[in-house]
């Protein structure tokens, strides 16, 4: 059975200078998500936005938080991130003991996504399979918004969706209409766009992403 697409506008890309006003709208329009890009400027070369943002904006909105946590050594994040997330993704590649830190994830009561980047195979989860709810495939290396999709990850998205036809394959980087289509085709059900869905007609571009 196909599983329902989801739509999860990306923060990064909107007007920091409204916030509220940016994720009422989305949420009006038929997101479900909203994508929190949580980074270090250690783990990635880029700088965000933490804790204080998101948790003001948790109590302005019934969207599910969908924090991507691109910071090394998350586990000292999680506990104050469970206040205000629903799901909580990590990166594969951020911990040394990835099981523990989803077992962490776990223990407040959160759904665990585990994020790979474009050249990290899906075997580093093959054993972690069964604890993870969420897996997200970036589609670009991460840190920036506006980049351009990476074509070699539809193959990933169809290996893991041969593996797992339960599992949420979340793809984040370089979504508009096109690949949306691709995406979708190879099995991915939710869908990160940021600089898509904020430049132009938020109503047309979800609808589009649909
Ligand atoms: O995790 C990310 C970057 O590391 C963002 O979620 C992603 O870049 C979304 O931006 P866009 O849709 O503009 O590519
Ligand atoms: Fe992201």
Same mark, same amino acid.
């Given at each position: 059975?196909?599983?329902?697409?989801i739509?999860?506008?990306?923060?990064?890309?909107a007007?920091?200078?409204k #916030?509220?006003?940016?994720?009422?709208e989305?949420e009006?329009l038929g997101?479900e998500y #909203?994508?929190?890009?949580?980074m270090?400027?250690?783990?990635?070369?880029?700088?965000?936005?933490?804790?204080?943002?998101?948790?003001?904006l948790?109590k302005?909105?019934? /969207?599910v938080?969908?924090?991507?946590?691109?910071?090394?050594?998350?586990d000292?994040l999680?506990?104050?991130?469970? !206040?205000?997330? !629903?799901i909580?993704?990590?990166?594969a590649?951020?911990?040394?003991?990835?099981?523990?830190?989803i077992?962490?994830i776990?223990?407040?009561?959160k759904?665990?996504?585990v994020?790979?980047?474009?050249?990290?195979? #899906?075997d580093?989860?093959?054993?972690?399979? !069964?604890?993870?709810d969420?897996?997200l495939?970036m589609t670009v290396?991460?840190g920036?918004?506006?980049q351009?999709?990476?074509?070699?990850?539809?193959q990933?998205?169809? !290996? #893991?969706?041969k593996?797992?036809?339960n599992?949420?394959?979340?793809?984040?980087g370089?979504?508009?209409d096109?690949?949306?289509?691709?995406?979708?085709?190879?099995?991915?059900n939710? /869908?990160?766009?940021?600089s898509?869905?904020?430049?132009?007609?938020?109503?047309e571009k979800i609808d589009?992403l649909?």
């Amino acid at each position: 059975m196909d599983k329902k697409i989801i739509i999860a506008p990306s923060l990064l890309a909107a007007d920091f200078s409204k #916030l509220r006003e940016e994720i009422t709208e989305v949420e009006k329009l038929g997101a479900e998500y #909203l994508h929190l890009d949580v980074m270090d400027g250690n783990f990635v070369p880029n700088i965000s936005f933490g804790a204080p943002v998101i948790s003001s904006l948790r109590k302005h909105s019934n /969207l599910v938080f969908d924090v991507h946590l691109m910071v090394n050594e998350p586990d000292y994040l999680i506990k104050d991130f469970a !206040d205000f997330s !629903d799901i909580i993704t990590i990166h594969a590649e951020a911990t040394k003991h990835l099981n523990r830190t989803i077992q962490l994830i776990k223990s407040f009561g959160k759904k665990v996504g585990v994020a790979l980047n474009p050249s990290t195979p #899906l075997d580093v989860i093959k054993y972690d399979l !069964d604890n993870i709810d969420m897996v997200l495939i970036m589609t670009v290396n991460p840190g920036f918004g506006g980049q351009k999709f990476i074509p070699e990850m539809i193959q990933k998205i169809k !290996d #893991l969706r041969k593996i797992n036809k339960n599992i949420d394959i979340e793809v984040d980087g370089g979504i508009n209409d096109k690949t949306a289509k691709l995406v979708k085709e190879a099995g991915a059900n939710v /869908l990160v766009a940021g600089s898509y869905i904020f430049s132009g007609n938020y109503k047309e571009k979800i609808d589009s992403l649909k």
